[in-house]
């Protein structure tokens, strides 16, 4: 009797029971979700009970049996190839399926094949078993555009498009084949010995691709461009030019913000050159990370207001900003504002030309000659 691909077949012992065939099943029931493992069969001189395709493959295809039959031979299962199904081969390749169905789940590989199973798991015993076997690590195209999804992420600040996922698959496909990760499995002192060999690094590999597309390089550009804008902006905000007081550092510091230091840290630098000679109050602010235009800014609006000027026209090194705080105290806004009148620009003002008139108005008043 011959039962194959039944998708519910009934027991072994049931089917037997239920058949003229005499003795006993050579082969017991065994299960595994999923990956082709899942049916039962059982081999009598008159009749066979098949549930698993690859089970009746290796039965009735003598290619099929000695193929298996030499996998089994070399990984220690059986001594030597046969060229059809036998009892041996069948309790072979049993002990085999079973042992594949615990490792699977003990590893938590549900794709395991038997093919690798048998490779990864020599038993010592019998024609090559003693030989190293080995796997050999590819990356599957889901592994691979996962890989460059998120390299063009971290690199490129976007996702590759289709068009790139399908031609860097391939690329590092290549590449993997031609010096891939290899993990060998031989018997030292009758025990397994596994050895991984790494291959390429697949994430530097990808990283070194997208590095070199145009669009990385103007990326980069770019953004040491915004670098040095930031430190430019720091520096005046300090009294300071970047490009003449720090020209011979300025590359270096892009460089090394590139690298992963932190910018502030490079900030705190152009502001530890600021605080040189300042009141220590000053000094204290600029070492906890405040620009001198935060610490004069009031004295500033007030001295634009007064004498008549822009404030961004007001350098943060204009000696009557500077003196607002000196190194005992600092003027109060009210005492500053005072003080401006005998800055040279003031003069020059609307506000002292029509102080300058009222002046002249009242001495024309006292002398009568105002009514």
């Known amino acids: ?48 009970v098949i549930a698993d395709p690859a089970l009746v493959a290796l039965i009735e295809n003598p290619a099929e049996a000695k193929r298996i039959s030499k996998l089994l031979r070399d990984a220690g299962y059986v001594k030597s190839i046969s060229n059809k199904y036998n009892k041996k081969l069948g309790d ?36 090559k078993a003693n030989l190293p076997s080995e796997y050999i690590g590819i990356s599957s195209a889901t592994q691979a555009q996962n890989l460059i999804t998120d390299v063009w ?26 010096n891939p990760t290899r993990q060998t499995y031989e018997i030292v002192n009758g025990k397994r010995v596994q050895t991984t060999i790494q291959g390429i690094d697949e994430g530097q590999f990808l990283t070194n691709v997208a590095r070199k597309l145009p669009e990385f390089s103007e990326k980069k550009q770019a953004a040491a461009n915004l670098t040095r804008q930031e430190l430019a902006r720091v520096a005046a905000a300090n009294g300071l030019d970047l490009n003449r007081d720090f020209g011979a550092s300025v590359d270096g510091w892009v460089k090394q913000i590139e690298g992963g230091t932190n910018i502030e840290t490079i900030k705190n630098t152009i502001r530890q050159t600021a605080r040189l000679g300042m009141p220590d109050r000053v000094a204290a602010l600029l070492d906890q990370g405040v620009d001198l235009d935060t610490v004069y800014a009031p004295y500033k609006r007030i001295m634009a207001s007064v004498l008549e000027v822009n404030p961004d026209s007001i350098s943060l090194n204009d000696p009557t900003l500077r003196g607002a705080i000196g190194q005992d105290k600092e003027m109060t806004l009210y005492d500053f504002q005072r003080s401006l009148r005998k800055d040279p620009r003031w003069q020059y003002t609307n506000n002292a030309r029509e102080e300058v008139s009222d002046a002249a108005l009242r001495v024309l008043k006292d002398f009568g000659f105002q009514g």
Not at 17 to 24: A, D, L
Not at 107 to 127: D, K, V
Not at 153 to 178: D, G, M, S
Request: a neutral charge.
């Open 1 to 48: 009797m011959t039962v194959t691909g039944t998708q519910n077949p009934p027991p072994v012992t049931e089917i037997w029971k239920n058949s003229s065939i005499s003795g006993e099943p050579i082969i017991s029931s065994f299960t595994r979700g999923g990956a082709g493992y899942e049916g039962v069969f059982s081999n009598a001189p008159t009749g066979v």
């Open 92 to 127: 072979a390749y049993q002990r085999a399926i079973l042992e594949l169905i615990e490792e699977a789940d003990r590893t938590g590989r549900p794709e395991l094949t038997f093919e690798q199973f048998i490779a990864e798991n020599p038993r010592g015993a019998g024609g």
């Open 153 to 178: 992420k971290r690199e490129l600040n976007r996702e590759p498009t289709a068009e790139e996922l399908t031609k860097f698959t391939t690329r590092l496909q290549k590449a993997q084949k031609k």
